[in-house]
């Protein structure tokens, strides 16, 4: 009895050890095959990453090539140029007319008296400029008044003209001709 006991314990033994066995066989073989999976997925890594390299280096050609085809805009008052002549006339205008603050409307107001067409998007920008350059100096939201060196750029006013010969004539004879 005892031995008959201790045989199907053996037995039972060498059956968990082959079982075992079997079991570690399979976890072997999924090792190796993670391990070929994974040096798979790193080859494919190492090719994806020099693709974005050559990918990264072609949008920067195209950026670069983009930017000198590009047409520039010369944005007004921000060259080395100077001031133009219409936006010194808009200065003058608001020392002579507003003294005490331009808004934005009277600007653009100004500038159709100079023959300058402003939207309050452009206008915005070039008073900021201004602003930054010391020409105007902000006193309330949308009000500006002139500074010194504004003054300083403004075109000077336009003396009154002496009436030309022909229109001279022409008053004289609405003058005399009554209709």
Do not use: C
């Not at 520039?72 to 003058?92: F, H």
Request: net charge negative.
């Amino acid at each position: 009895m005892i031995k008959e006991y201790l045989d199907s314990q053996l037995a039972t033994r060498r059956q968990e050890l082959q079982a075992a066995e079997t079991a570690m066989q399979i976890a072997r073989q999924k090792v190796v095959d993670a391990e070929d999976h994974l040096t798979v997925q790193e080859t494919r890594w190492r090719e994806l990453q020099g693709r974005v390299q050559e990918l990264e280096a072609v949008k920067a050609q195209v950026d670069a090539s983009a930017v000198d085809d590009r047409p520039r805009r010369r944005r007004p008052a921000t060259t080395g140029r100077g001031m133009s002549d219409a936006w010194r006339g808009i200065l003058a205008m608001m020392k002579e007319n507003r003294p005490n603050g331009a808004g934005y409307d009277d600007i653009v107001e100004f500038g159709r008296q100079v023959d300058l067409e402003l939207n309050k998007t452009n206008l915005r920008r070039h008073m900021s400029i201004y602003v930054e350059k010391g020409y105007v100096e902000r006193v309330g939201d949308g009000a500006f008044v002139l500074t010194p060196k504004g003054a300083g750029v403004a075109l000077p006013p336009i003396p009154p003209q002496e009436e030309s010969f022909t229109r001279h004539l022409l008053r004289e004879l609405d003058e005399e001709i009554p209709f």
